[in-house]
């Protein structure tokens, strides 16, 4: 009367192999879930009752305890619904505990006893490669993700008892070929004019560079960020895996195959804390910084954001993960993004001298809303206008995706061949050995510190970003023109007040 | 009681009366002498009959020791109170139809026997503009002219910054400062350095009494004074609403030479400046033009170089096209036909010698200004 059963549970993007067990015997007609299940959990009861009832199998009229194992943490989700199922029916002698010994079962049951889809197919898989996985239809394509020893999925629980009897054939899987850009990223040669801030987006995108663009509503930042990820090198095998983890955890996107393309996120500023860095569920679902692992995370008018939110983005810009700790568990996340933020450059939006209608204190009070440790962390800070007339008429359209996304791939190679890295993440002591600049460059650097515009933090993304300008020109040595460009290409947020430059 | 306070601080307290006006005031001091008029109120007397009853009713309420409590403040703060029978008035002010009674003064009236150049201009002010005040602040100071300014954000401080470093280098042109609120009210707050400097330098001269806030109306009076002491004034920037026009027609009230400095038609803070100019108002792009209103003679060597590396290649391109208005690198790219890139090379050599800076992404020309 008693029944185990292989299934798993999701933690974050990463799945736990759990058993179930079930223990039919004597006593009032009862149906317990133990071992600290949530409520959709606990739910299952119902469902599981309906489904079997409804593919016309048999439900005992005992007392039922069902312990979902590993009694100290806790469980969410429906994905335990077919291995209870299951294990009801191998308690009843309706299947072999032999015939299931085999097998892991990962789906939630509809009344009418079909199997449906559940969020973290691919994570909860992979914890259970070993087995011969069962799934519902619809989760096959992301279950295939996680290489499962054998994936079987089938539409209903009464053809599953059917085919585990060996009354049946296994339905046949369609193995999925790897699809190229399943989304279409839009082309670079549709912005018109905007050279400075697509030469900037060159250099983010092969440097890894985080970029803020600012300028006045209507300067096409969006349109600029949203072309981003076609200009950045396809996602190798491993962190496109990573990528289809995370995304499959959350429950977005369930559309499975393997996508090289990197991904583009882009949350509404009203966003909370918890949907930004992940947590909230008790299987704390992955946040915004883990779904943009990989690829861009593009915070539009970012001066909206609530501060507590862009300062939480602190700790994953350094380490390329974020750590999340709760009372039951801390888990670690990947959170290696390419962070791009757009903002007005001033409250009234027209910074242009002269015309600008905000007075200092308003300048003051809008540049405080950004926390100066996180502005710090921009390695490029562009301007971009309005294109004027003259831009539009003369400079048409401009490179395609394609041909700008060439030349980033070139530069980046360069990079990872000499470093392992890009250049955005070269250490302190590294950038002498890798990034060593001549003596002018370092003259020119030298005054800029002194006159104090420049930070000792400022300092080092500085050489970065020239090392990046000087891999896209395919120069081996940082002279003091990069340096140059480096410097314009990150300049004040919001204009100098009273200080003036000079002073 | 102790010994009486001197004449000046009942002047003091005549002036720190509520409900006073500029008005009121000048009427009370023509009345009699400080003391004698304090007298008057002190015991309901009718000092003058145009005065409204309401205001004598509160009048009757101040203190009597108000003359003591003014002699302290102004002792603590180190400030002068001159009136209209002082000899120590500014004689400039004496024929001015609507002259202040009482003035304060922190630091040296003498200041105001040198010819006399006022900058005036908006808060709002472009890099540009603020950095030809700087420079013409300083070269006047080196001509041995005295820059009167306000003291407000913008154009103002920065004038009086260009005498603070032409000082540095022993000019001798004095700093006179004109300012609203009260001397010991530093207002903006963060020029209390450059208020203090103006007050050992030059003078820091207000009509209000010691504790005076800012309020608004302030400001316009304050500009009345400003033009009265000035033999010329120069408008370096303004919007066509902008405070700065108002010391314009009290300048112009008075007969005093008003020199506007052109900028582009498209700017906000050059439409103030472009309008006086075709009303009539002599352009200034140079510190001669100054002179030549003030009647000095400009034949001589005063001696002011650019110092300046003098741009070669792109970079004078780049400086060329950027005279007059600021642009964006994607404009001057697109402009000059060059790549982005090596405009913002050119860019970056011009800034570093001085010859141009830029604000949120955009780019100005500057005049001439020796940095320290």
């Known amino acids: 009367m008693y029944a185990a059963v292989k299934t798993a549970a999701l933690l974050g993007a990463q799945g736990h192999p759990l058993v179930v067990e079930v223990h039919v015997g004597v006593g009032i007609p009862g149906f317990t879930v133990v071992g600290l299940p949530d409520e959709s959990c606990r739910e299952s009861r119902d469902r599981v009752r309906a489904a079997l009832l409804s593919s016309e199998l048999p439900w005992p009229n005992r007392r039922i305890t069902v312990n979902l194992a590993g009694a100290g943490e806790r469980k969410g989700g429906a994905a335990a619904d077919l291995a209870i199922a299951v294990a009801l029916l191998v308690a009843q002698d309706v299947l072999s505990q032999e015939s299931i010994e085999a097998h892991a079962f990962l789906a939630e049951l509809g009344l009418d006893g079909s199997l449906r889809t559940v969020a973290g197919a691919a994570p909860m898989v992979s914890a259970v490669a070993m087995h011969d996985v069962v799934v519902s239809p619809g989760n096959h394509a992301e279950a295939l993700i996680a290489s499962p020893r054998q994936l079987r999925a089938?539409?209903?629980?009464?053809?599953?008892?059917?085919?585990?009897?060996?009354?049946?054939?296994?339905?046949?899987?369609?193995?999925?070929?790897?699809?190229?850009?399943?989304?279409?990223?839009?082309?670079?040669?549709?912005?018109?004019?905007?050279?400075?801030?697509?030469?900037?987006?060159?250099?983010?995108?092969?440097?890894?560079?985080?970029?803020?663009?600012?300028?006045?509503?209507?300067?096409?930042k969006s349109m600029l960020a949203r072309r981003l990820p076609g200009i950045l090198p396809a996602l190798t095998h491993e962190d496109a895996l990573a990528s289809a983890m995370?995304?499959?955890?959350?429950?977005?996107?369930?559309?499975?195959?393997?996508?090289?393309?990197?991904?583009?996120?882009?949350?509404?500023?009203?966003?909370?804390?918890?949907?930004?860095?992940?947590?909230?569920?008790?299987?704390?679902?992955?946040?915004?910084?883990?779904?943009?692992?990989?690829?861009?995370?593009?915070?539009?008018?970012?001066?909206?954001?609530?501060?507590?939110?862009?300062?939480?983005?602190?700790?994953?810009?350094?380490?390329?993960?974020i750590r999340l700790s709760r009372a039951r568990h801390s888990l670690t996340m990947p959170a290696k993004f390419l962070l791009v933020g757009a903002s007005n450059p001033c409250p009234c939006g027209d910074i242009r001298p002269g015309m600008c209608r905000c007075t200092d204190s308003d300048h003051r009070r809008y540049q405080r809303r950004f926390s100066g440790p996180?502005?710090?962390?921009?390695?490029?800070?562009?301007?971009?206008?309005?294109?004027?007339?003259?831009?539009?008429?003369?400079?048409?359209?401009?490179?395609?995706?394609?041909?700008v996304a060439a030349r980033v791939l070139a530069a980046r190679n360069r990079a990872v061949d000499r470093q392992g890295c890009p250049n955005a993440l070269l250490l302190h002591d590294q950038l002498d050995i890798f990034a060593a600049i001549t003596t002018q460059a370092r003259a020119l650097l030298h005054a800029e510190l002194e006159k104090g515009i420049l930070t000792g933090r400022g300092y080092h993304r500085i050489r970065r970003v020239a090392r990046t300008l000087a891999d896209l020109a395919n120069d081996n040595d940082v002279d003091r023109d990069h340096v140059d460009i480096a410097l314009r290409m990150r300049s004040a947020l919001v204009r100098p007040h009273e200080a003036g430059s000079y002073r | 009681m102790t010994s009486d306070p001197p004449e000046w601080a009942y002047a003091a307290a005549l002036a720190s009366l509520p409900l006073q006006t500029h008005r009121r005031l000048r009427l009370l001091i023509t009345r009699g002498s400080p003391?004698?008029?304090?007298?008057?109120?002190?015991?309901?007397?009718?000092?003058?009959?145009?005065?409204?009853p309401h205001v004598l009713q509160a009048w009757s309420?101040?203190?009597?020791?108000?003359?003591?409590?003014?002699?302290?403040?102004?002792?603590?703060?180190?400030?002068?109170?001159?009136?209209?029978?002082?000899?120590?008035?500014?004689?400039?002010?004496?024929?001015?139809?609507d002259a202040p009674a009482v003035l304060f003064v922190r630091?040296?009236?003498?200041?105001?026997?040198?010819?006399?150049?006022?900058?005036?201009?908006?808060?709002?002010?472009?890099?540009?503009?603020?950095?030809?005040?700087?420079?013409?602040?300083?070269?006047?100071?080196?001509?041995?002219?005295?820059?009167?300014?306000?003291?407000?954000?913008?154009?103002?401080?920065?004038?009086?910054?260009?005498?603070?470093?032409?000082?540095?280098?022993?000019?001798?042109?004095?700093?006179?400062?004109?300012?609203?609120?009260?001397?010991?009210?530093?207002?903006?707050?963060?020029?209390?350095?450059?208020?203090?400097?103006?007050?050992?330098?030059?003078?820091?001269?207000?009509?209000?009494?010691?504790?005076?806030?800012?309020?608004?109306f302030r400001f316009p009076l304050r500009n009345r004074i400003l033009a009265g002491i000035s033999e010329v004034v120069v408008v370096v920037e303004s919007t066509e609403?902008?405070?700065?026009?108002?010391?314009?027609?009290?300048?112009?009230?008075?007969?005093?030479?008003?020199?506007?400095?052109?900028?582009?038609?498209?700017l906000h803070t050059s439409q103030g400046t472009n309008a006086l100019l075709r009303d009539g108002c002599a352009p200034v792009t140079h510190v001669d033009d100054v002179l030549v209103a003030l009647g000095l003679d400009t034949s001589h060597q005063h001696g002011f170089?650019?110092?300046?590396?003098?741009?070669?290649?792109?970079?004078?391109?780049?400086?060329?096209?950027?005279?007059?208005?600021?642009?964006?690198?994607d404009w001057l790219a697109i402009c000059l036909g060059e790549s982005v890139f090596a405009v913002a090379v050119a860019l970056g050599r011009l800034e570093q010698s001085g010859w141009v800076t830029q604000t949120s992404g955009w780019w100005e020309a500057l005049v001439a200004y020796s940095p320290s």
């Not at chain 1, 697509?198 to 209507?218: C, D, F, K, Q």
Request: with cysteine; aromatic share 4%.
């Open chain 1, 154 to 220: 089938v539409d209903t629980l009464a053809h599953l008892v059917r085919c585990l009897r060996g009354d049946d054939a296994w339905p046949s899987i369609t193995q999925i070929e790897e699809q190229e850009d399943v989304c279409v990223v839009a082309d670079l040669a549709e912005v018109s004019g905007q050279a400075w801030a697509r030469n900037a987006l060159e250099v983010s995108a092969t440097g890894m560079h985080h970029l803020l663009l600012v300028g006045p509503p209507g300067a096409g």
């Open chain 1, 246 to 321: 995370v995304f499959s955890a959350a429950g977005v996107e369930s559309a499975g195959a393997l996508r090289t393309s990197p991904p583009f996120r882009s949350p509404h500023h009203s966003a909370s804390m918890v949907a930004m860095v992940g947590g909230g569920s008790s299987y704390m679902r992955p946040g915004e910084v883990s779904l943009a692992s990989g690829g861009v995370l593009f915070l539009d008018e970012m001066g909206e954001f609530a501060p507590t939110v862009l300062d939480a983005l602190r700790q994953p810009l350094e380490e390329g993960v």
């Open chain 2, 241 to 266: 609403a902008g405070g700065s026009m108002i010391t314009v027609r009290e300048a112009e009230k008075r007969g005093v030479t008003v020199l506007a400095v052109p900028g582009s038609p498209t």
């Open chain 2, 107 to 216: 630091g040296n009236l003498d200041a105001l026997e040198q010819r006399r150049v006022a900058i005036i201009g908006t808060r709002k002010a472009t890099q540009a503009g603020r950095h030809f005040a700087a420079s013409l602040g300083q070269q006047l100071s080196t001509l041995g002219v005295a820059v009167v300014s306000g003291l407000a954000r913008g154009i103002d401080v920065h004038a009086h910054r260009g005498v603070e470093r032409a000082s540095n280098d022993g000019a001798t042109g004095k700093a006179i400062a004109v300012v609203a609120s009260g001397l010991d009210v530093v207002y903006p707050r963060e020029h209390v350095q450059l208020w203090n400097w103006v007050a050992s330098h030059g003078a820091l001269i207000s009509e209000s009494p010691p504790g005076t806030s800012p309020e608004a």
């Open chain 2, 35 to 52: 003391s004698d008029v304090w007298g008057k109120i002190l015991h309901h007397k009718i000092v003058a009959p145009s005065l409204e």
């Open chain 1, 374 to 403: 996180l502005i710090d962390r921009f390695d490029l800070c562009v301007h971009v206008d309005r294109p004027s007339a003259d831009a539009l008429v003369h400079a048409g359209g401009g490179e395609s995706t394609a041909l």
């Open chain 2, 61 to 97: 309420t101040a203190s009597s020791c108000l003359p003591r409590q003014m002699y302290e403040r102004c002792m603590t703060i180190e400030a002068q109170v001159v009136s209209l029978h002082d000899a120590a008035y500014p004689s400039v002010l004496r024929a001015d139809p």
């Open chain 2, 305 to 329: 170089v650019d110092q300046r590396e003098t741009p070669m290649g792109l970079c004078a391109d780049v400086l060329g096209q950027l005279v007059g208005e600021p642009r964006t690198i």
